[in-house]
């Protein structure tokens, strides 16, 4: 064979070599993109089911726990007209279930029994705006800068002192800090055992309210890179029961984008196509469930946490039967999540509903 004939042979060996390796890349290539994109969806599926969960919640503190009233001096009740003349005292009432449990109709109600929305004439829940029936309410979720009522992650804020046995403070419960501690500071001192003043006193009266109302509202600044990942919405189909869409996505729980403001559609640089992009890279899952005023008898306890406490279960015992174990008649009722309600069911619905 001549020399010409042997390079052309290597030069074809090579060219071999190359398209196989270059195919071999485009391959692991293609394979490494479509695992980020099945990651990707397996992530937004999490987040979204995740948002299932924050619903759920929302529904079962809004029924309940209550909704704040008047809080500036002078300023006056939206359903009784009473002036509040007490500078600076936030009223937080309590409300009675979505469906009030003492009469029976479509609230929230106030103590009262007015609604805490009225429409114009005072006496029924309103529907042109959330949370009455045919209305719904958008919850984009990220994380604060400080949230509202922040503490610190400081386990012990009143650790002995056991490293100077001859020092005056040794193993006293000092007690100088309130436990938890807040991340706002509030004026707190420190000092001696001794000679230690009132930490508050310190301070004026104007700027210990300051102080505490900046601990009260935190800073609700989104932290950047934790926004439009994830969002939920809700719509009140009915005196108990609500469609919940869960999204994980860029879009903050916009329908669409007729549904939105001049203003809204500017977080989106006022570009349609950037919204519906966003949308079709997003996933949503929609849910109907139905709130009750239910709860899990406070005498019942989890059996299980007192002696296997490793794991998660859902068995409830009687304390006081006669068939209890001896090592778990102890009552307790850390276990007992449902003050304000329970979830009666949850359907996923397949296709997507026509109002949400």
Request: aromatic share 10%.
């Amino acid at each position: 064979m001549s020399l010409r004939s042997r390079s052309g042979t290597i030069l074809i060996i090579v060219a071999g070599i190359s398209a196989l390796l270059a195919a071999m890349a485009l391959t692991f290539l293609a394979r490494m993109r479509s695992d980020v994109e099945e990651s990707r969806l397996v992530l937004q599926y999490a987040q979204a089911k995740i948002m299932l969960a924050a619903a759920c919640n929302y529904v079962q503190e809004a029924s309940r726990m209550g909704y704040d009233r008047y809080s500036e001096s002078g300023s006056t009740s939206p359903t009784t007209g009473m002036r509040m003349d007490i500078p600076d005292f936030p009223i937080h009432e309590e409300a009675f279930g979505w469906v009030d449990t003492r009469t029976g109709d479509a609230g929230p109600f106030d103590r009262e029994g007015l609604p805490f929305f009225p429409d114009s004439s005072g006496t029924q829940t309103r529907t042109d705006k959330w949370p009455g029936i045919g209305t719904h309410v958008r919850c984009p979720m990220y994380r604060m800068q400080i949230p509202p009522y922040a503490v610190k992650l400081t386990a012990a804020p009143n650790a002995m002192q056991s490293d100077n046995p001859s020092g005056a403070d040794y193993c006293y419960p000092l007690l100088r800090y309130p436990d938890p501690m807040p991340v706002e500071d509030n004026f707190w001192r420190v000092g001696t055992r001794m000679n230690t003043p009132h930490p508050m006193k310190a301070a004026s009266p104007a700027d210990m309210r300051a102080a505490y109302r900046r601990h009260q509202e935190g800073d609700p600044t989104p932290v950047v890179e934790t926004t439009g990942k994830a969002w939920f919405r809700l719509y009140r189909d009915g005196p108990g029961t609500f469609i919940v869409t869960c999204g994980a996505g860029g879009t903050d729980g916009f329908k669409d984008w007729s549904e939105m403001s001049a203003q809204d559609r500017m977080a989106f640089m006022d570009d349609a196509r950037l919204f519906q992009t966003l949308r079709q890279t997003e996933v949503r899952l929609w849910y109907r469930i139905e709130w009750t005023a239910a709860v899990l008898e406070t005498s019942y306890h989890n059996l299980h946490h007192e002696v296997a406490r490793d794991h998660e279960h859902y068995l409830t015992w009687p304390p006081n039967s006669g068939h209890t174990w001896s090592d778990t008649s102890r009552r307790t009722q850390t276990w007992t999540r449902n003050p304000v309600g329970t979830i009666r069911w949850i359907q996923r619905l397949m296709t997507e509903p026509t109002n949400y």
